[in-house]
């Protein structure tokens, strides 16, 4: 079966979950299929082709450039037996494909544009763009795959016109053989970490979908003997990055051992901090399934995280960690575009200390968070349902 894969993201260039999904379900699939991974980026090399934006579209709409790169994929698409796109800045051309060569589409959907109205912000016009994009691809996709229950529903909700029948569900997965505990502490001395004092982590982007604003709040009221440790970089808006740099500043007045480090990590660091923090914190708004929490249970870390999206189909309340209701409503209500929402600050405040402030039961947690990833989310099973889903596809072609 050959296989054409499509992603924005692919490594070195991973940047978010999408991308980490990518990564891994490349690497697993390419030991059950002929794949091609189509990427952002220059050269070829393994597999992997990558195309750049047209350098007439330079200084242009990031979805006008994103389009011409979605272009540039379905013109090397052919001789692809079936196409599977990843993402808004994919999907376009994996539709294309479908048309050019009579050949399956398989969209995977990590996230949905109307669920996304902050990003007007980013893209301005261009959002309508990416929304035609992401309607039009999922719309006449062969089968769509939603990362989690809750992602198929927000799916059907957002485009009633899509037949329930080709949404199907495949979990993200976690490789537990690379994320796992790892006693070493170089990275944390690296950092300047008290390692005599626990720590918050946070790991993720600066945009209003992660919720940074409202951990940055949160923790002014958590346990001051606990130290504060935000990996996060990549702001979506010059607008994002100075609300989050102006709250990082007042946090950093109001409390001792804040920690903020703007750039990516290599993964083995990331995968350091992850096992010695006291408490992972996921305070998104909204969420399809977060990888990030499967990354943090691996490590045996527990974890609180919001009750918005797939969250709650990883993290298991009181037995993985704590989930926290935000009281803003819907995914696109109060909280998405940075305004307060003091009820749910307040409890990811009062969960934060819970898990600090009870060592055993945070053990119990980690452990059983580490349990759970090794047994229900291996990438091996998710490459393996997937290939399942494409060879259903081909014989209905």
Same mark, same amino acid.
């Given at each position: 079966m050959r296989v054409g894969l499509l992603t924005r993201e692919y490594p070195p260039d991973v940047y978010g979950g999408a991308g980490v999904h990518v990564e891994f379900l490349a690497r697993e699939l390419a030991r059950l299929v002929d794949l091609d991974v189509h990427s952002?980026?220059?050269?070829?090399?393994?597999?992997?082709?990558?195309?750049?934006? =047209?350098? %007439?579209?330079? /200084?242009?709409?990031? *979805?006008?450039?994103?389009?011409? #790169?979605?272009?540039? $994929? +379905? !013109?090397?698409?052919?001789?692809?037996?079936?196409?599977?796109?990843?993402? =808004?800045? %994919?999907?376009? /051309?994996?539709?294309? *494909?479908?048309?050019?060569?009579? #050949?399956?589409?398989? $969209? +995977? !959907?990590?996230?949905?544009?109307?669920?996304?109205?902050?990003?007007?912000?980013?893209?301005?016009?261009?959002?309508?763009?990416?929304?035609?994009?992401?309607?039009?691809?999922?719309?006449?996709?062969?089968a769509v795959i939603a990362v989690s229950g809750a992602m198929r529903e927000d799916i059907l909700g957002c485009y009633p016109a899509l037949d329930p029948a080709r949404v199907h569900v495949?979990?993200?997965?976690?490789?537990?053989?690379?994320?796992?505990?790892?006693?070493?502490?170089?990275?944390?001395?690296?950092?300047?970490l008290d390692r005599s004092h626990p720590y918050v982590l946070f790991v993720g982007r600066i945009t209003r979908q992660k919720g940074v604003p409202h951990l940055l709040r949160a923790a002014r009221g958590i346990d001051p003997a606990a130290q504060v440790v935000l990996c996060a970089g990549a702001p979506d808006t010059p607008a994002v990055d100075r609300e989050f740099r102006e709250l990082y500043a007042e946090l950093s007045r109001a409390r001792e051992g804040v920690h903020w480090i703007p750039r990516m990590l290599p993964r083995s660091e990331v995968i350091q901090l992850?096992?010695?923090?006291?408490?992972?914190?996921?305070?998104?708004?909204?969420?399809?399934?977060?990888?990030?929490?499967?990354?943090?249970?691996?490590?045996?870390?527990?974890?609180?995280?919001?009750?918005?999206?797939?969250?709650?189909?990883?993290?298991?309340?009181?037995?993985?960690?704590?989930?926290?209701?935000?009281?803003?409503?819907?995914?696109?209500?109060a909280g998405t575009d940075g305004t307060r929402?003091?009820?749910?600050?307040?409890?990811?405040?009062?969960?934060?200390?819970?898990?600090?402030?009870?060592?055993?039961?945070?053990?119990?947690?980690?452990?059983?968070?580490?349990?759970?990833a090794v047994e229900e989310f291996g990438w091996n099973a998710v490459a393996r349902r997937t290939v399942r889903l494409y060879e259903e596809i081909l014989k209905q072609a």
């Open positions: 952002w980026g220059e050269g070829r090399s393994g597999g992997v082709l990558r195309h750049r934006p =047209w350098s %007439a579209l330079d /200084g242009a709409n990031d *979805a006008l450039r994103t389009l011409s #790169v979605d272009l540039a $994929m +379905t !013109a090397a698409l052919e001789g692809r037996e079936l196409v599977h796109s990843h993402t =808004w800045y %994919a999907n376009l /051309g994996g539709h294309l *494909a479908k048309l050019l060569y009579g #050949v399956p589409h398989v $969209m +995977t !959907a990590h996230s949905l544009e109307p669920l996304r109205p902050w990003k007007a912000e980013q893209l301005g016009g261009g959002y309508a763009l990416s929304s035609w994009a992401e309607r039009t691809a999922a719309e006449s996709a062969d495949v979990h993200n997965g976690i490789d537990t053989a690379l994320y796992r505990p790892d006693p070493g502490t170089d990275a944390l001395d690296r950092i300047g992850l096992t010695h923090a006291a408490v992972f914190v996921c305070p998104s708004v909204y969420e399809p399934l977060g990888i990030v929490n499967l990354e943090a249970m691996a490590c045996g870390t527990p974890v609180v995280a919001s009750r918005v999206g797939g969250i709650p189909e990883v993290v298991t309340d009181g037995e993985t960690g704590l989930l926290v209701t935000r009281t803003g409503g819907a995914d696109g209500e929402d003091e009820d749910f600050e307040a409890g990811l405040a009062r969960a934060l200390d819970a898990v600090l402030g009870d060592p055993p039961a945070a053990r119990r947690m980690g452990e059983a968070g580490r349990v759970r």
